[in-house]
DNA sequence: CCATTTTATGGAAACGTTTAATCCTTTAAG
DNA sequence: CTTAAAGGATTAAACGTTTCCATAAAATGG
């Protein structure tokens, strides 16, 4: 028995079905639907009568034969798992959507070669662009930068920039977010502020600890190598490195975590060491989400325009399909953080910590 | 000027290019690349030499057009921002991957409308099965159930049934799990117990209302309209059904909200009436996430099954895609969900509401 | 009313594959 | 050594569109 479709699913009609029943060319058919041409009204009629009739709908990808376009556009995320992703998503989707595109979404888990395998499907699958949030770059990983480079496709790069520059990309303003950050703990008057991180060598983190790193300058305070630590962006790698943060004879007042995932982590240490948040210990975490605002203690954090990267990020790509030319090559677009501030910092005064 | 991709976009080798390269015909490039019929060692050799030369990699779309499937599958969810629907993707993702099936991702955002546009798209483009966690149903939406009825595309539902019941699904055991919620409450010796739940025509909450109902009849504890409150499920919507719940005279010692947005809604209402959790009343929310286990109070839910909800939809659909048949078409597989016990719940006894 | 332009249609090639049908070589068996 | 079977490769026909080119019909201008 040869396998076939069940009868549950009829076949569909195409466009010479069409064209017979309206008894005219599939040219003419063609041009009805694609407003292309002339046609006469009394036959657009007939043709849309026989469309309606046999509820015929075009064929992407055998259009695409000669179109060269799919309308569908490819986004690679490290993990929509994370918050911050799906509301980027979101952002895009709203804009593409607008010119009838469709996303297929790629997690990549942080993993460059997954992130290589994604791409060299969505290549074969001609998606007409794609929205890169790459994975962190494995040292010495050329044949990935070779990948990149030769890609027949359209990037946008998105909140993350691989080493080369030349390249269209929408990003948010992290050294600021870092600064913002460290300047509110510093005008709460703490000085011992320290910092965790991520170790991948990814420009959003490094410009965190930049933003962290010139704050803390313009204070005269002296950067030290203790108060930074880095590690993977998981809630148990911030478990396991924030005790030797807690535990030093000069514990800091203060922590500035620079990841999501990681600050669950650090709130987790801080209460497995009896710590209380702010008054023994203040914090500022990093992304805001609804459950920030009502849950204990409510994180003081910096805000990313993660909607806003989406839409910036989709409408570039959109216009660089438009007229598909590299014009917007160099076009780097950086969004604005914003700190929330809210109950995770107190104050820091002659030794003593309060609440604000 | 005419529009055309600038230099950086090099054309793609064809499949005629390796032919052509590796001295043989097109067929014989075909047999390699699909492994399918035989070819000699040698001239095996020559192909694979030209295809890595050129880096040709097959167009899907034209392949699309003799083999019928286009290795991509549509995911329709209500909306991605929820984080219920990333780890659901997560898991079809992660068992979809393994047959070399990408995703198409849509957001309906609950809406009946936009949810069949997106049917409609992924039916034009071809995509070889639908996993669909649908929108709630519009009354007397006769065109929605024609479409869904007449779609050309193998459909396993997810989380969600429709009306007609002969299709493929997999959901999470609601019913047990609102039992298992209110369950929890009434051994705590809660007697006046509200919930919170929503008002679209909604399969999961009415069975998680249909759990809440069973547990207290078990109890004989009458079943109260002035206890059960429905509406949209958003925060904000939670925040303005919650007063009628607070200020009732006979208020309810406990709330079970069925959803997980509405809980975030609850608890801030919770705060603005100046109420202490589990203090003064007792919640019990749904869905779990990192987080929850971290910051306070730390909140008792029922938490689903995500991952594997959507590993099992995603493992039906394949199933039903090798032998293109129908003849998992009655199969249902039901998950079941995990309360998961923490601090939102204090005992109650003799009108005062206690920590456990 | 003729010449010319515009409008309306159809025929057929092309897009990049897979795959049947076919043909030519080997190889193995008797 | 002859013949049948198996193996290896090719030719050509699809798949469902769009679009160029050609042609026919209608409208326009003088």
Redesign the interface.
């Known amino acids: 028995m040869k396998?076939?479709?069940?009868k549950?699913?009829?076949?569909?009609a195409k466009i010479t079905d069409i064209a017979k029943r309206a008894g005219v060319s599939i040219a003419t058919v063609s041009r009805v639907i694609n407003h292309s041409g002339n046609v006469k009204k009394s036959t657009k009629e007939k043709v849309l009568k026989a469309i309606k009739e046999l509820?015929y709908?075009?064929?992407?990808?055998?259009r695409?034969?000669k179109t060269k376009r799919?309308?569908?556009i490819g986004m690679v995320v490290p993990?929509?798992?994370n918050?911050f992703?799906?509301?980027v998503?979101?952002g895009a989707?709203s804009v593409v959507k607008q010119e009838?595109y469709?996303?297929?979404?790629?997690?990549t888990f942080e993993d460059e070669y997954e992130e290589m395998r994604?791409l060299?499907?969505?290549?074969?699958?001609?998606v007409d662009g794609i929205l890169l949030i790459k994975a962190p770059a494995r040292s010495g990983n050329e044949q990935y930068m070779q990948k990149l480079k030769?890609l027949?496709?359209?990037i946008v790069y998105l909140d993350r920039l691989p080493k080369l520059q030349d390249i269209p990309a929408v990003v948010a303003d992290n050294v600021g977010g870092g600064y913002a950050a460290t300047s509110h703990l510093l005008k709460l008057g703490h000085k011992r502020i320290a910092i965790i991180t991520v170790h991948y060598p990814l420009t959003v983190h490094r410009e965190r600890l930049q933003g962290y790193v010139k704050a803390l300058r313009e204070h005269d305070i002296p950067i030290s190598r203790l108060y930074i630590k880095k590690g993977a962006s998981t809630?148990e790698e911030a478990i396991s490195l924030a005790p030797s943060l807690l535990n030093m004879k000069n514990r800091p007042t203060a922590i500035f975590v620079t990841n999501h995932?990681m600050t669950?982590g650090l709130?987790?240490a801080l209460?497995m060491a009896g710590l209380q948040c702010p008054e023994d210990i203040s914090v500022v975490g990093y992304d805001d989400f609804?459950?920030e605002?009502?849950?204990?203690?409510r994180l003081t954090v910096v805000a990313q325009p993660t909607y806003q990267l989406g839409q910036a990020a989709a409408g570039l790509l959109i216009e660089i399909l438009r007229?598909?030319?590299?014009s917007m090559h160099h076009k780097i677009v950086m969004l604005s953080t914003e700190l929330k501030i809210r109950e995770s910092c107190g104050i820091y005064r002659q030794n003593k910590l309060r609440k604000p």
């Open positions: 396998h076939e479709r069940s549950r699913f009829h076949k569909m509820s709908t075009p064929n992407f990808p055998a695409y034969l799919t309308l569908t993990d929509i798992t918050p992703f799906p509301m998503f979101r989707e009838n469709t996303i297929i979404l790629c997690n994604y060299s499907i969505l290549e074969a699958k001609k030769n027949s496709i359209p809630i995932k669950i709130m987790r209460e609804d459950w605002n009502v849950f204990h203690p007229d598909r030319t590299d």
